[in-house]
């Protein structure tokens, strides 16, 4: 089991940018895909981002072209960053890890371990 810890969410006025971090326990970081889901209140939580193992690197189409998700895993931590932020990107940020003997990189049902969420508010 991997424990995370998402930080880096703010307020942040739109057109604005934030880099979300998470940090991850464990000795085996390097082997596991990394993803970065949200939420906005009254939705479901969907897909943001993910990176595999090997640093294939996946986005929602709501975000391509203004995001980038990358992992060191030197210091157990990927990032997310968001660029050009909009209002509608505003909901809580979350970090999962998956075995990536897993299929699915950008299906929630595919990861085991989540943070617990940090708040990107965006502001118009």
């Known amino acids: 089991q991997v424990q995370l810890v998402e930080s880096g969410g703010g307020l942040v006025q739109a057109g604005g940018s934030l880099r979300l971090s998470c940090a991850a326990s464990?000795?085996?970081?390097?082997?596991?895909?990394m993803g970065w889901f949200r939420q906005a209140p009254g939705k479901e939580r969907e897909f943001v981002a993910a990176i595999s193992w090997s640093r294939l690197t996946y986005y929602a189409d709501s975000v391509k072209g203004r995001s980038t998700i990358s992992r060191d895993n030197a210091k157990n931590t990927v990032y997310l960053q968001l660029n050009t932020l909009k209002p509608e990107d505003t909901a809580t940020y979350y970090c999962?890890?998956?075995?990536?003997?897993?299929?699915?990189?950008?299906?929630?049902?595919?990861?085991?371990?989540w943070g617990q969420g940090t708040q990107v508010t965006v502001s118009s």
């Open positions: 464990g000795r085996t970081f390097s082997s596991y895909d």
């Open positions: 999962a890890a998956k075995n990536s003997r897993v299929t699915g990189m950008t299906e929630l049902r595919s990861y085991r371990d």
